[in-house]
């Protein structure tokens, strides 16, 4: 099982920024724990603080991956390109929030790249991903 994680823009910054949303462990540090529970699946990584970016990660990704677990950080509130690029493909993309986007400022409880994805897991810390990755599993 090849699994792409892809994170938005400022997710480079979790284990510092805004630590009682976010945690205080890095994200190369959850990386690595990740690696090592999943140590069956082949798990790349790929950040970058721009919507283009972003845009064609998700268009290389097709084909090459069984899945895609994105973080599109603030863009999940605002970007129809990524949402068009995630539509757009055939590889399933579980959507995952750190934080419990419903459960804080109102900008965020709406989300334009939900609708397209198989599922979204938000509001476990950084262990959303894991459960992300589980739902590949069956
Ligand atoms: C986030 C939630 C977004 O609203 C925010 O802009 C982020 C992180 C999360 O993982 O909780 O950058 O995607």
Known sequence: MRLHIINGPNLNNIGRREPNIYGNISFS????????IFDKFEI?????HFESDLVDLIHQSDGKFDGIILNA?????TSVAIRDAVAAIKVPV???HI?????REPFRNRNM????CEG??????????EIAIKSFVE
Request: glycine share 8%; aromatic share 16%; proline share 2%.
């Open 29 to 36: 540090d959850y990386l690595h724990e990740l690696k090592n």
């Open 44 to 48: 790349s990584y790929s950040n970058s």
């Open 73 to 77: 950080g603030a863009y999940s509130h």
């Open 94 to 96: 579980v959507l995952v």
């Open 99 to 103: 934080s419990n986007v419903y459960a």
């Open 113 to 116: 790249i939900a609708p397209v």
């Open 120 to 129: 979204i897991i938000t509001g476990f810390g950084l262990k959303s991903y």
